[in-house]
């Protein structure tokens, strides 16, 4: 069974600071990851997908990589800002049909002015 | 661009009562999910559909039913309420099974049973 964790599970930060969230699963084996941004009492908004081939994926100021053999994602979030305060979650998906995602519980992430 | 939406984003129930929480999404997509978010906990998938007429039970279906009719919609029945489904829902919809396909949520809805 697939699982996953994310360390920290919180991190405060002040603005303007470069971070790394961590993200790591058991069973190599997947088909893509993707990183989601969660703010209180609101929806998942997708952040970044990486398909299984891929080593990383770049938006704006957000990187994430994948390395797969050693069951291991990271968010770099460059230059960060008050706004980027939320919940970020990693979810990986690990079959190809119609299987859901496998979510980690998140890293609470304060980005203090 | 609505996307997914649920209906309603909070309800209070006593123990023993039912209800149907609502998921529709307007961007024709095959699969759809429901999951569960309990505080300080991921998200856990309870079933799922992959298309009009079939589903499927995922992680934590216990307690739960859906039905898929209608490709657009994805309603998820709670029977006899119980603290223990005391959580946030989330319902998600994706295109097809490839490497490149998103999922898509709902904002949510936060049930409370008492």
């Known amino acids: 069974k697939q699982e996953v964790t994310q360390i920290p599970a919180a991190l405060s930060v002040p603005e303007g600071e470069n971070l790394v969230l961590n993200c790591s699963f058991t069973d190599s084996a997947i088909y893509n990851l993707q990183w989601f941004r969660q703010d209180p009492g609101k929806g998942l908004t997708s952040l970044l997908l990486i398909q299984s081939s891929q080593r990383e994926q770049t938006s704006g100021r957000l990187n994430a990589s994948l390395d797969k053999s050693s069951g291991r994602s990271t968010l770099y979030i460059a230059a960060s800002q008050p706004g980027d305060s939320a919940t970020y979650l990693c979810a990986v998906k690990s079959g190809g049909g119609a299987d859901g995602l496998t979510f980690g519980k998140g890293t609470h992430l304060i980005i203090q002015p | 661009n609505a996307g997914v939406t649920q209906t309603p984003k909070f309800r209070i129930l006593k123990i023993g009562q039912s209800m149907t929480l609502q998921c529709t999404q307007d961007m024709n997509h095959n699969y759809m999910y429901w999951y569960r978010q309990d505080p300080g906990m991921g998200l856990k998938l309870i079933y799922y559909?992959?298309?009009?007429?079939?589903?499927d039970k995922g992680e934590v279906p216990n307690g739960y039913n859906v039905s898929r009719s209608t490709t657009e919609d994805f309603p998820l029945r709670l029977e006899l309420a119980a603290p223990s489904q005391t959580s946030v829902y989330f319902c998600?919809?994706?295109?097809?099974?490839?490497?490149?396909?998103?999922?898509?949520f709902g904002q949510g809805t936060r049930l409370t049973v008492v």
């Open positions: 559909s992959v298309g009009a007429g079939i589903t």
């Open positions: 998600a919809s994706s295109p097809t099974s490839s490497m490149n396909t998103e999922a898509f």
